[in-house]
């Protein structure tokens, strides 16, 4: 088998054969979820790359994810996001999961950011509002570091403590507020899917200390801080769990579409305030 270094050079370099601006470094990364892939929009001088033109990363099956790379200037700065994300439930094993993050990280990202449409179980979350994740649950049963693979790229035993880096959310929740944007923070966390929760599973997460509840981003997470890459993100409350809103309500992907076009107009203000405020949070040596 390939070297995970190897892969990830190749990944890179395939990148940067239709923009050499991935080389500098230096940029923020960004992984849009379910629904979200409008932000990039709001970049200037942008380059959109399918995932079928580059080395190593799948094209997503699922409504709401483009499956593109797009490379772009915000505020002035150099942005790379990920138009969408394929996760476990649609087959792939954890490596190809977080083959983007990693290849990110890789880059030299100085942050990434994982975004993600998650069911609430807070009932103080209202559908379109987002919630900056503090901490995450594995509840995935996966682990993207198993095997001797990633040893090449970080230590077997990563310490998670601060894995959601609180300088960089202490900036977010500084945009947020600077720009009028409602943002609750929360514990997310992430299940296999693609079934969603019985309302015995969500009430099992809400008793472990789950805020919201999703089906993608601890495998990235993971990956990002064995790395030593620089981690934050937020949900979009797509929904109100199982058993947790309305006892005859059901549960349909397409409420994702709708919870974040309200939330579309909040997310580009306040990741636009971020990023114009980069200097804030990025080191001198970084």
Not at 77 to 85: A, K, N, P, Y
Not at 88 to 110: C, F, Q
Not at 230 to 235: I, M, T
Request: aromatic share 4%.
């Amino acid at each position: 088998m390939t070297s995970l270094k190897a892969e990830l050079d190749a990944s890179l370099q395939s990148i940067a054969d239709k923009d050499p601006r991935i080389l500098e470094g230096g940029f923020i990364g960004i992984v849009l979820g379910s629904g979200l892939g409008d932000f990039v929009e709001a970049l200037e001088d942008r380059t959109d790359i399918p995932y079928s033109e580059l080395e190593g990363f799948a094209a997503p099956t699922v409504t709401g994810h483009a499956g593109s790379l797009c490379i772009g200037t915000l505020s002035g700065r150099t942005i790379v996001v990920m138009r969408g994300r394929v996760h476990a439930y649609e087959g792939h094993g954890a490596r190809a999961v977080v083959r983007g993050v990693r290849t990110l990280v890789h880059g030299g990202a100085s942050a990434v950011i994982l975004t993600n449409a998650a069911g609430g179980l807070d009932p103080n979350f209202g559908v379109g509002e987002l919630m900056l994740i503090r901490d995450h649950l594995n509840l995935t049963a996966m682990n993207p570091l198993m095997g001797v693979d990633s040893l090449e790229v970080g230590p077997r035993f990563p310490d998670m403590t601060f894995a959601w880096d609180p300088e960089l959310r202490n900036a977010l929740k500084a945009a947020a507020k600077s720009e009028g944007v409602p943002l609750h923070e929360g514990v997310y966390a992430g299940v296999l899917g693609p079934s969603y929760e019985t309302p015995a599973e969500v009430e099992m997460v809400r008793r472990a200390g789950g805020s919201a509840v999703g089906m993608s981003t601890v495998l990235e997470a993971i990956a990002v801080c064995q790395m030593g890459g620089r981690l934050a993100g937020f949900s979009v409350i797509s929904n109100a769990a199982a058993g947790t809103g309305n006892p005859e309500d059901t549960l349909d992907h397409n409420e994702v579409k709708d919870a974040a076009l309200l939330a579309k107009d909040g997310m580009i203000r306040m990741m636009t305030h971020f990023v114009a405020h980069a200097g804030d949070w990025i080191h001198a040596d970084e």
